[in-house]
């Protein structure tokens, strides 16, 4: 869920690295999906296209220089799970 000043943003990049390492683009309206999955813990990040900084998350996960990501457990099911209300806190500069 957006808030009333933010927007989706299509074609960012997300990384997601843990028992699996996978990556993948945010779609029309901001979200984005990894599939196939095993159970674990797992670190989620995105890479901002230029012009866009992210302000720090606390007690984030380093994603390297000035990014931060969020620890998901991620359980292995037949089904989806939908992860939601993650803000990742990026503003345009």
Do not use: H
């Not at 690295?17 to 984005?32: A, I, K, V």
């Not at 931060?68 to 990742?88: K, N, P, R, W």
């Amino acid at each position: 869920m957006f808030g009333p000043d933010e927007v989706a943003e299509s074609g960012w990049t997300v990384q997601l690295t843990g028992p699996m390492n996978l990556t993948t683009t945010t779609d029309g309206n901001g979200s984005y999906t990894f599939s196939g999955l095993i159970a674990g813990t797992y670190t989620v990040c995105v890479v901002p296209p230029m012009g866009w900084v992210q302000t720090p998350i606390a007690n984030a996960p380093s994603c390297g220089t000035n990014l931060y990501g969020y620890t998901i457990e991620g359980v292995q099911l037949a089904g989806d799970v939908e992860y939601s209300g993650v803000d990742f806190g990026f503003i345009s500069q």
